[in-house]
């Protein structure tokens, strides 16, 4: 099969990493910083260019350019093939762009050091391929800088651009050029821009020459991620260069091209992060332009009805379709969620999970989806590759905003103030290096994750963008292990310290201890007793999580709420639920956190932490492990009592989402009768109950499905589950 021929997203938010990979002459293959390379995920892609590298050299190096970046900027993550419809006349919604200032980018970051959402004035709005366009009377553009946060459409603006050059669509440009500042800020020697290229883009080493000389008409570079690299633009720290073959340190070449100091003629689009605007002086930007992302409820109803398209009439999608519209229509929570494409994604993934269930289809875990949601928009990425710290930024979301999720959850509270973050990222124990850090990911990264609400007559507050996400986090902040006590926080320090010294330092000790009164030998036995100590200290940890899983599961507050499942699909369609309100006028409704422990079992499934492995967040073996024989025990106590239905159906999803079937099997033998009553039945739900109870082949003796809606396709996944049973009702 020819990869050119596979569905691409022209326009989606989610790109591949195509500068770090489109390397096709190169030894070695670029890797994610914490993963396998992505380049082995696409083997017919591999397959494609391996082919297209033996054509002939007679051919236009130009064309074959073309060809080899249309193949590349059209690949596909895997986890956009895994929900939904999915064509290339479906990919047609493009995020909004404007022209913008440095000035309005500070305005923008204001509110508790968190980017906010200003909705764009028409007259700001530009098309991608009028970025380098000006009037008849004012001097073109030929430097651009485009921003926006994590999830905003940066790289879907570049995948257009470039893909409609290479289908002849952009004629202002007789070549495209694109890099990664990602792969640059990796390169240990310094290396010229020709050779950059002639590395980058074998096919164009006949006429790299002619591109050094601007003899090859109008060039465009693009380098994307800016904010991987430091630039100086000090002429005592960055040498002037005007040789595309003398070798300079990548963050130099690219201040001597924006410079105009070498290729003054070559045009230049640079996407960063909002933390790096200033990191160019305005005298060398000519124009900057922001991504806005989604900026009407149109835009967003195409998203999802153009995704969410199955072949063919179905009434119950309609429906679907129209439910979602009015709520968009509302102006509710989903509506200011989704100005982020991204976030349209998550919703729209959810939406497929909960209605377009089917016997036939592949079953992923709503865990999964969130956790491919972080892989999508932040893969491997590092904190900041300019410092030492070698931490993930997902790690690091884990470990600062989880920690504020969790804090919530505890006090049952969806708002945050200054004071909260402060606290959680522990500003006063920070040093200036470490501030600096902290000011960036708050700029480019905390906003991705919460949003700022407006405050009459007090100070703005915070809140998760979407609320699922604050359960999410939070799980991933109690599983990975950051809730940490300070006896554990000090063991850990002192016990690595010791695990590496405590060899020679026995054996030091042992000598001097003949020379010495005996005391000393009671200091040898501690330094080899300690790491002993702490893996008790460390195990007990194990079993708070256990515990915090169980205790969250089966609070008494939630007993007569509905389903987790239908809370979510409630969420989205904005059907009417009874909740009451809070003093603080917040819904009860959002303050259930049901799905927390939920995720926290999901978390422990293996595909979720080979995911979290690329993410540079890992989950040992033998912490699974523990956790799972403490859960073990205190699940045993907790089954054997008559659950609600809406919480039976909570705790049979629990054991799906843990996707463990020999966990699953032991605890459901102690199910002699399944009581789901009035539990509003759809195919996903009961996908999800007969897996779970077919890890057990016990005789059921009654299963309760009375006021059920059930139909057809349900009583289908059902089937083998009900011939067990002796009494159904």
Not at 429 to 435: I, P, Q, R, Y
């Amino acid at each position: 099969m020819d990869c050119s021929k596979t569905p691409v997203i022209e326009n989606h938010w989610v790109s591949f990493d195509w500068c770090r990979y489109s390397d096709i002459g190169r030894d070695s293959v670029s890797v994610t910083r914490f993963g396998r390379p992505e380049f082995l995920q696409c083997g017919q892609c591999l397959v494609h260019h391996c082919k297209s590298l033996s054509t002939s050299s007679g051919q236009d190096p130009i064309e074959q350019h073309r060809r080899r970046l249309r193949d590349w900027f059209s690949h596909v993550p895997n986890e956009e093939m895994r929900f939904g419809s999915y064509s290339i006349k479906n990919w047609r919604v493009d995020p909004v762009i404007v022209e913008s200032s440095p000035e309005e980018n500070r305005e923008l970051t204001a509110k508790l050091g968190v980017y906010s959402h200003i909705e764009p004035k028409q007259s700001q709005i530009i098309k991608v391929d009028q970025v380098f366009t000006t009037a008849c009377d004012e001097s073109p553009v030929k430097n651009v800088l485009l921003y926006g946060m994590v999830g905003t459409g940066k790289n879907a603006m570049v995948n257009k651009l470039v893909l409609n050059w290479c289908d002849g669509k952009l004629s202002q440009f007789d070549i495209i050029l694109p890099f990664s500042c990602v792969d640059l800020a990796s390169q240990n020697q310094p290396t010229s821009l020709n050779k950059l290229i002639t590395r980058k883009y074998a096919q164009l080493k006949s006429i790299v020459p002619q591109i050094g000389l601007g003899k090859q008409g109008n060039v465009l570079f693009i380098f994307t991620d800016l904010e991987q690299l430091r630039l100086d633009f000090r002429l005592s720290k960055t040498e002037l260069c005007n040789d595309p073959n003398e070798p300079l340190p990548p963050n130099s070449m690219l201040v001597n091209l924006l410079r105009k100091y070498l290729l003054p003629d070559v045009n230049i689009l640079v996407t960063t992060r909002p933390s790096a605007v200033d990191s160019i002086p305005p005298m060398y930007v000519g124009r900057y332009v922001r991504t806005c992302g989604f900026t009407d409820v149109e835009q967003q109803y195409l998203f999802f009805k153009n995704r969410l398209n199955i072949s063919g009439y179905d009434q119950a999608n309609e429906n679907l379709m129209n439910m979602l519209y009015r709520n968009l229509q509302r102006q509710s929570q989903i509506t200011s969620d989704c100005f982020l494409p991204s976030y349209c994604w998550i919703i729209c993934a959810t939406l497929h999970f909960l209605h377009f269930t089917t016997a036939n289809t592949p079953i992923q875990t709503l865990t999964s989806l969130y956790t491919s949601f972080l892989r999508l928009n932040f893969g491997g990425q590092i904190l900041d590759a300019s410092y030492q710290q070698d931490i993930s930024i997902v790690r690091f979301v884990a470990k600062t905003v989880g920690k504020l999720a969790y804090e919530g959850i505890e006090k049952r509270k969806t708002l945050f103030s200054e004071e909260d973050l402060q606290r959680c990222f522990e500003l006063d124990t920070k040093a200036e290096e470490e501030l600096n850090q902290l000011t960036a990911f708050q700029i480019d990264v905390l906003g991705f994750f919460m949003s700022p609400i407006a405050q009459f007559n007090s100070d703005p507050l915070l809140r998760f963008t979407i609320p699922a996400m604050q359960e999410y986090v939070a799980a991933l902040y109690i599983v990975l292990g950051e809730k940490k006590s300070v006896l554990e926080k000090v063991g850990m320090v002192v016990s690595d310290t010791i695990g590496k010294a405590s060899e020679d330092v026995t054996a030091i000790l042992a000598i001097v201890s003949k020379l010495v009164p005996f005391r000393i030998l009671t200091l040898v036995r501690l330094v080899n007793i300690f790491p002993r100590m702490f893996k008790k200290i460390s195990a007990k940890s194990k079993k708070g999580i256990a515990n915090t899983m169980v205790f969250e599961m089966f609070k008494q507050d939630d007993e007569f709420n509905s389903d987790v499942l239908e809370q979510i699909n409630v969420s989205i369609l904005g059907e009417e639920v009874e909740v009451s309100s809070t003093a603080g006028g917040e819904r009860a409704g959002t303050q259930c956190f049901e799905l927390f422990p939920i995720f926290m079992a999901g978390l422990l499934a293996q595909n979720n932490r080979l995911l979290l492995e690329q993410l540079g967040c890992t989950i040992k073996n033998i912490t699974v492990r523990e956790i799972a024989n403490n859960l073990k025990k205190n699940l045993s106590n907790v089954t054997g009592k008559q659950l609600p239905s809406s919480e039976f159906m909570d705790l049979l999803f629990f054991l799906y989402e843990l996707q463990n079937d020999a966990f699953a099997g032991e605890i459901c033998k102690s199910f002699q009768s399944l009581n789901l009553s009035q539990v509003q039945m759809t195919p996903l739900k009961c996908f999800v109950i007969t897996s779970i109870m077919n890890t057990s082949s016990h005789p059921i003796e009654e299963i309760n499905l009375s006021l059920c809606n059930l139909n057809g396709d349900c009583l289908k996944i059902l089937q083998t589950l009900l011939i067990r049973c002796r009494d159904l009702k």
